[in-house]
């Protein structure tokens, strides 16, 4: 009997975010084990890596964009037939920080799906100094755009391959099940505090008027007296 051809599974990745965030760094660390520290800005490549998942081979095609701006616009190239989308900001970098947020919408608005498949990474975590954008506020971000979160360093090689294979794998369902449970015990710690402060008031305001029930009571035994 014949047996059918193996074939390689095709994904189509790209990295965009804003210039400077460490994009191309990333992406060579990934698919080429290497750093250069030098800042080469405005450089367009394609990479390629295989990777085994779940006993198949997958082909990584990843596009490194030049980066973006408030002002640029999303090519059709980087949006048709994509799989998933890595969004980089540099935690270093508030305006990288920002433009994370700026692209996502872009996304969003010009491909007009509710659910797009990305990760958010916060590159440069080695950067534990110049830091400005703490893990909760990245953490937050996540959440919004409902996709998993990574802390990497291009420099060190943390959470790279973890951060790439998690693009294209994450269950969007279980995702956005996990954030809404999260959401909904947050709601629920806010409304058990709220619930204690105005028990806590409460019980204040009991004793306060038990103190001057007594208070009056000592009062007039004394004018009864005189
Ligand atoms: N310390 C540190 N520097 C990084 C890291 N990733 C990138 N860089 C540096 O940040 C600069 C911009 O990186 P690059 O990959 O060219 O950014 P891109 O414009 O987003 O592609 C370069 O000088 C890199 O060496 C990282 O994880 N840690
Ligand atoms: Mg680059």
Request: charged content about 30%.
């Amino acid at each position: 009997m014949l047996e059918p051809a193996p074939f390689i599974r095709v994904r189509n990745l790209v990295v965009l975010g804003a210039r400077g965030a460490g994009k191309t760094s990333l992406v060579t660390q990934y698919a080429q084990n290497a750093f250069c520290g030098n800042y080469v800005p405005s450089i367009e490549g394609t990479y390629e890596k295989i990777v085994e998942h779940e006993g198949h081979e997958y082909r990584f095609h990843i596009l490194d964009t030049a980066g973006q701006d408030e002002w640029s616009y999303i090519s059709t190239r980087y949006l048709m037939g994509i799989h998933a989308f890595v969004i980089v900001y540099s935690v270093d970098f508030e305006y990288s920080f920002q433009m994370a947020k700026i692209v996502r919408n872009m996304i969003i608005d010009q491909t007009s799906m509710a659910f797009v498949r990305m990760v958010l990474v916060a590159n440069k975590c080695d950067k534990v100094e110049d830091r400005v954008i703490t893990r909760e506020q990245g953490e937050r971000l996540a959440e919004e755009f409902e996709c998993p979160y990574f802390e990497t360093s291009a420099k060190d090689r943390i959470n790279i391959d973890e951060a790439f294979k998690e693009a294209v794998f994450y269950d969007m369902e279980e995702i956005s099940k996990m954030y809404k449970a999260r959401r909904k015990e947050r709601r629920a710690r806010r409304r058990a505090e709220r619930l204690a402060a105005e028990e806590a008031e409460r019980s204040m305001m009991e004793s306060e008027r038990k103190r001057t029930e007594k208070a009056k009571g000592r009062d007039s035994w004394w004018c009864t007296i005189m």
